[in-house]
């Protein structure tokens, strides 16, 4: 099983930009989808991103779509979410997940981050 380490939170100002990572262990890191999740206190755990294997395609929640970007570096076993122009609702906990195939709901992915927390003020 991949072990997932994310990093890059932090508190930030409304209309800021924060990029997470997270890095992966083991060999196996290109055969799998990666997904982001964020997790508010009292809420579920709900989509984020998600990025093919290859990364030639991407997924997005409406909610985030036009200000996050998701990518991957297969050499350097880490996917990355660039978090531009940031709104209070997005702060949350986030975590970085596998999957053995495409997903977009919590349900679908495997191994996960023990998560990062991200504060954005207003």
């Known amino acids: 099983q991949v072990q997932l380490v994310e990093s890059g939170g932090g508190l930030v100002q409304a209309g800021g930009s924060l990029r997470l990572s997270c890095a992966a262990s083991g060999r196996t890191f290109s055969s799998y989808v990666m997904g982001w999740f964020r997790q508010a206190p009292g809420e579920e755990r709900v989509f984020v991103s998600a990025?093919?294997?290859?990364?030639?395609?991407?997924g997005y929640a409406d909610s985030v779509k036009g200000r996050i970007t998701i990518a991957r570096d297969n050499a350097k076993n880490t996917v990355y979410l660039q978090m531009n122009s940031l709104k209070p609702e997005d702060s949350a906990t986030y975590y970085c997940a596998t999957a053995t195939r495409w997903a977009m709901t919590a349900r679908g992915y495997d191994s996960w981050g023990q998560g990062i927390q991200v504060t954005v003020s207003s």
């Open positions: 990025i093919t294997r290859s990364g030639d395609t991407t």
